[in-house]
């Protein structure tokens, strides 16, 4: 047994003591920031299911990219939150600085800055969140109770006499309502119950007037109905008593609150939920228009069989005559002349045949004459003329236009080399009176008169003195 350099043989006696063979420093696990953060991320994910948080915005900010950056908080805390666009798109709202919301959302860790954060997938108004979560809870308890049971809704009458309709008599349903009527069936006379549509008063108006309804029994159906609005303007419409009153009228109750997308717990409780006020008023009377088409119906069934039991009565009265005729005296000398009748029609028919077919010759030949006729000759070679000289004169414009685009180049260039473009920027050309062109000025003493050209015109001028 040889012992370890450089090791005190106390510490390998214990080593031998303990049992335990000779080991190497433990290994470090070292982590990178990237690894620490992308794990922490992890763990974060598994160990938090989705939640849901309601709180306040604060440092929201939209880029170019259409994400949602910002910072729920409370009294005493804030946390960094992301949207990305396609969940903020399914918002049905912008959300700003100071809204109080309801999110559903995970919990996560942004990597690259370490920064814990929640990735929100969907966003309510708190407030319209609670209104939500109160219509929810209370159409769920009614529905409980069976107040919404298919089994016991009323049928609408086929042809209603009077119609009652329960809504405010200055908006625009009622109006809508009217004019549905009026074009569908205007002999439904029409009773309106006026009541406030939003406000704190305007379920217990409805519900008066669905007692009142009920109490006159003066009308056939009903018709609550409103024009469109937000949550909180069809509040009115969520109410539990007036959701049993509903249930309780004896009349049938057509509801038609808001737009098509609006809901609420009258629908539920009305007998037929219309989308519209007008779709409402279509839904309880016929169209007066498919009853004259019905009535028109059977009018022409009645017709058509009473002419036929005249046309069988009418055929027996022909037959037994037939029979009579037949042992008449005079039956011969009348089939004689309905013989001769007969034979006058066919003699007129075949003589306005002849005619017809020698005037259909006449006009063929007359066509055929006309077709070899020097006028139509003549009038065809005038318009063929007609057609070459505009040819030619469309011809004539093109070569000229094609050699003044020709020429336009050959003029500028002239321009460019000519001196008279020289001229124009103020040189002149100087000569005796002779015409000899001076380059020199001791080809000019003193007293010698000579011709400056310009651009325009010419100067005589006499020299008085010069320098080389």
Same mark, same amino acid.
């Given at each position: 047994?040889?012992?370890?350099?450089?090791?005190?043989?106390?510490?390998?006696?214990?080593?031998?003591?303990?049992?335990?063979?000779?080991?190497?420093?433990?290994?470090?696990?070292?982590?990178?920031?990237?690894?620490?953060?992308?794990?922490?991320?992890?763990?974060?994910?598994?160990?938090?299911?989705?939640?849901?948080?309601?709180?306040?915005?604060?440092?929201?900010? *939209?880029?170019?990219?259409?994400?949602?950056?910002?910072? &729920?908080?409370?009294?005493?805390?804030?946390?960094?939150?992301?949207?990305?666009?396609?969940?903020?798109?399914?918002?049905?709202?912008?959300?700003?600085?100071?809204?109080?919301?309801?999110?559903?959302?995970?919990?996560?860790?942004?990597?690259?800055?370490?920064?814990?954060?929640?990735? +929100?997938?969907?966003?309510?108004?708190?407030?319209?969140?609670?209104?939500?979560?109160?219509?929810?809870?209370?159409?769920?308890?009614?529905?409980?109770?069976?107040?919404?049971?298919?089994? *016991?809704?009323?049928?609408?009458?086929?042809?209603?006499?009077?119609?009652?309709?329960?809504?405010?008599?200055?908006?625009?349903?009622?109006?809508?309502?009217?004019? +549905?009527?009026? =074009?569908?069936?205007?002999?439904?006379?029409?009773?309106?119950?006026?009541?406030?549509?939003?406000?704190?008063?305007?379920?217990?108006?409805?519900?008066?007037?669905?007692?009142?309804?009920?109490?006159?029994?003066?009308?056939?159906?009903?018709?609550?109905?409103?024009?469109?609005?937000?949550?909180?303007?069809?509040?009115?419409?969520?109410?539990?008593?007036?959701?049993?009153?509903?249930?309780?009228?004896?009349?049938?109750?057509?509801?038609? +609150?808001?737009?098509?997308?609006? +809901?609420?717990?009258?629908?539920?409780?009305?007998?037929? *939920?219309?989308?519209?006020?007008?779709?409402?008023?279509?839904?309880?009377?016929?169209? !007066?228009?498919?009853?004259?088409?019905?009535?028109?119906?059977?009018?022409?069934?009645?017709? =058509?069989?009473?002419?036929?039991?005249?046309?069988?009565?009418?055929?027996?009265?022909?037959?037994?005559?037939?029979?009579?005729?037949?042992?008449?005296?005079?039956?011969?000398?009348?089939?004689?002349?309905?013989?001769?009748?007969?034979?006058?029609?066919?003699?007129?028919?075949?003589? =306005?045949?002849?005619?017809?077919?020698?005037?259909?010759?006449?006009? &063929?030949?007359?066509?055929?004459?006309?077709?070899?006729?020097?006028?139509?000759?003549?009038?065809?070679?005038?318009?063929?003329?007609?057609?070459?000289?505009?040819?030619?004169?469309?011809?004539?414009?093109?070569?000229?236009?094609?050699?003044?685009?020709?020429?336009?180049?050959?003029?500028?260039?002239?321009?460019?080399?000519?001196?008279?473009?020289?001229?124009? *920027?103020?040189?002149?050309?100087?000569?005796?009176?002779?015409?000899?062109?001076?380059?020199?000025?001791?080809? !000019?003493?003193?007293?010698?008169?000579?011709?400056? =050209?310009?651009?325009?015109?010419?100067?005589?001028?006499?020299?008085?003195?010069?320098?080389?």
């Amino acid at each position: 047994m040889h012992l370890q350099r450089g090791k005190p043989q106390y510490d390998l006696a214990m080593e031998y003591a303990a049992g335990e063979p000779f080991s190497s420093p433990p290994q470090r696990d070292i982590y990178s920031v990237s690894r620490l953060n992308r794990e922490v991320r992890v763990l974060l994910e598994r160990g938090f299911a989705s939640v849901w948080l309601e709180a306040e915005i604060s440092n929201f900010a *939209r880029p170019s990219s259409g994400h949602w950056y910002f910072t &729920l908080k409370d009294a005493t805390s804030q946390v960094r939150c992301a949207m990305f666009r396609q969940r903020n798109m399914l918002c049905g709202f912008t959300a700003r600085d100071g809204q109080k919301v309801l999110v559903h959302a995970r919990v996560g860790l942004y990597e690259p800055r370490g920064e814990f954060q929640l990735i +929100v997938d969907s966003m309510e108004d708190s407030g319209l969140g609670a209104l939500k979560r109160q219509f929810e809870q209370l159409a769920a308890r009614l529905a409980a109770e069976g107040l919404f049971a298919v089994d *016991r809704k009323r049928p609408l009458p086929a042809l209603p006499r009077r119609i009652g309709v329960i809504t405010s008599p200055t908006g625009a349903a009622i109006r809508d309502i009217l004019h +549905v009527l009026a =074009r569908r069936f205007p002999a439904a006379a029409v009773l309106i119950y006026p009541v406030a549509v939003q406000g704190a008063a305007a379920a217990a108006e409805i519900i008066a007037a669905l007692v009142l309804a009920r109490q006159r029994a003066e009308c056939d159906v009903l018709i609550l109905a409103r024009g469109g609005g937000s949550l909180e303007d069809l509040w009115a419409f969520n109410d539990e008593a007036l959701a049993r009153a509903i249930v309780a009228s004896p009349i049938p109750v057509v509801s038609g +609150v808001g737009h098509e997308i609006d +809901v609420s717990i009258a629908d539920f409780a009305a007998d037929v *939920r219309a989308p519209t006020p007008s779709a409402a008023a279509e839904l309880v009377v016929p169209d !007066a228009l498919e009853w004259l088409k019905s009535y028109q119906a059977f009018h022409s069934r009645l017709q =058509r069989i009473v002419l036929r039991r005249l046309a069988e009565q009418q055929t027996r009265l022909r037959w037994l005559a037939g029979r009579a005729a037949q042992v008449s005296p005079s039956a011969r000398l009348a089939q004689q002349m309905q013989r001769l009748d007969d034979l006058e029609r066919r003699m007129g028919r075949a003589l =306005r045949k002849s005619l017809a077919d020698q005037h259909t010759g006449l006009a &063929l030949r007359r066509s055929r004459l006309w077709g070899v006729s020097p006028a139509t000759q003549v009038r065809e070679a005038l318009a063929a003329q007609r057609a070459l000289q505009a040819r030619l004169g469309a011809a004539g414009r093109l070569t000229l236009r094609q050699a003044r685009e020709r020429l336009l180049p050959l003029v500028r260039t002239l321009n460019a080399v000519s001196p008279l473009a020289t001229l124009d *920027r103020g040189y002149a050309i100087v000569s005796t009176e002779d015409g000899a062109i001076l380059r020199d000025a001791a080809a !000019a003493p003193a007293g010698m008169r000579i011709v400056a =050209r310009l651009a325009h015109g010419r100067i005589r001028a006499k020299v008085e003195g010069g320098s080389a």
